[in-house]
């Protein structure tokens, strides 16, 4: 039950997140996107996505993502978080989400001109 709480983490009366062009409502366990586009997530994706959206623009680890949504105990694949920011960038775009080669996620909350896995460019700002 300790662990539960603690998962959960501190209580906020903030109804919604908003991540650029993407709004979260915390009641519903649903999103929009753009102009008010409806997103449809399921309750696991929706916690992938909340987990990445409070702690923006910071990154989140592989092994932090799956203790904040599957728990510590958790005794499967660690892959499984790879797998959700997939069904998560199939619904949002490839590039809402990027990843940091050997870090983890971060969240953009808008599509970006490169791809997650392309290197930086040496000449952009």
């Keep these: 039950r300790i662990r539960a709480l ?3 983490g501190p209580a906020t009366s903030i109804d919604g997140i908003e991540i650029g ?5 915390r009641g519903q366990l649903s999103g929009t996107w753009g102009d008010g586009e409806p997103v449809s997530l399921t309750p696991r994706e929706f916690a992938v996505i909340e987990h990445l959206a409070r702690h923006a623009p910071d990154v989140v ?11 510590y105990d958790f005794a499967g694949d660690p ?11 199939r619904k949002l775009g490839r590039d809402v989400i990027r990843t940091v080669r050997h870090v983890g996620y971060q969240i953009t909350g808008r599509p ?4 997650t896995d392309d290197p930086p460019d040496g000449d952009a700002p």
């Design 6 to 8: 603690l998962r959960r």
């Design 21 to 25: 062009d993407l709004w979260l409502d």
């Design 61 to 71: 680890t592989k092994q932090g993502l799956v203790d904040a949504v599957w728990g």
């Design 79 to 89: 892959n499984i978080a790879e797998v959700y920011v997939g069904y998560l960038r």
């Design 112 to 115: 970006d001109d490169r791809g």
